[in-house]
């Protein structure tokens, strides 16, 4: 389970004080007006933004104090930060060593996703002559070849088309059932992730989440 325990960040003179939990294994929704603060907690999450007070667990154990690399998490940004002038294969394998070099196992993992994400074929170009889903399906499997159990989404297929954007979250549904990851994905169109949602934080002021149950989803799946 992951639990937020009143992580507090003062932010632009907003405060925004988090609580809420989420069961292992689940895909939930973050959504909540513009500015309210979504990408702030996952950004606090990832340890990237610094908190006031608060806390944070996982299976329960405490990763607040941890510093980015060490926690349980993994984050696939809006914008992809891919380098252009290295090819897809470094881009991926920048994620989980400094030098670009894979173990014989991290080399089979990367197979297995690049195969699933079907950017095998890729993996000698450049990032440069990639569309927008490929070069989101490369960041992806940057993310998932980091092989933490917490993958946070923040609006990640938002530039895409619909189509394009369904096949992508359909993907990541399959890809969190079968690494079987924990997701938190911030999404401006609910009703797009209503069948691949176990559960939805509604973010609002001072970031009050309500969390809407796996139950009351399943009755609208
Ligand atoms: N880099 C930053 N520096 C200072 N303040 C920021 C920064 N990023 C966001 N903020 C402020 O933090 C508050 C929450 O912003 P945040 O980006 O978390 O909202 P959001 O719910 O993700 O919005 P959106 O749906 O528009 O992406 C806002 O008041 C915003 O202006």
């Known amino acids: 389970?992951?639990?937020?325990?009143?992580?507090?960040?003062?932010?632009?003179?907003?405060?925004?004080?988090?609580?809420?939990?989420?069961?292992?294994?689940?895909?939930?929704?973050?959504?909540?007006?513009?500015?309210?603060?979504?990408?702030?907690?996952?950004?606090?999450?990832?340890?990237l933004l610094p908190v006031t007070s608060g806390q944070l667990f996982w299976q329960g154990e405490r990763f607040d104090q941890c510093v980015p690399g060490q926690r349980p998490v993994t984050m696939l940004f809006q914008q992809q930060n891919l380098i252009e002038h290295l090819d897809v294969l470094t881009n991926i394998a920048l994620g989980v060593s400094p030098s670009a070099k894979l173990t014989v196992q991290q080399q089979q993992t990367l197979q297995q996703i690049t195969e699933r994400l079907a950017i095998t074929e890729l993996l000698a170009c450049s990032p440069l002559s990639l569309s927008g889903g490929q070069r989101q399906r490369v960041a992806l499997a940057r993310c998932l070849l980091r092989q933490k159990p917490l993958l946070l989404l923040d609006?990640?297929?938002?530039?895409?088309?619909?189509?394009?954007?369904?096949?992508?979250?359909?993907?990541?549904?399959?890809?969190?059932?079968?690494?079987?990851?924990?997701?938190?994905?911030?999404?401006?169109?609910?009703?797009?992730?209503a069948s691949i949602a176990d559960c939805y934080w509604h973010i609002s002021e001072g970031g009050h989440i309500d969390v809407m149950s796996q139950t009351v989803n399943q009755a609208a799946k």
């Not at 394009?164 to 401006?188: A, I, K, N, S």
């Open 1 to 47: 389970m992951l639990a937020v325990e009143g992580l507090t960040i003062k932010r632009n003179q907003q405060v925004m004080c988090y609580s809420a939990q989420l069961k292992s294994g689940q895909l939930c929704a973050l959504t909540g007006a513009s500015g309210v603060g979504k990408s702030t907690l996952l950004e606090a999450i990832t340890g």
């Open 155 to 193: 609006e990640p297929f938002s530039a895409l088309d619909p189509n394009l954007r369904h096949e992508c979250l359909q993907l990541t549904h399959e890809l969190q059932q079968q690494f079987g990851l924990t997701v938190l994905l911030v999404t401006h169109f609910p009703e797009e992730v």
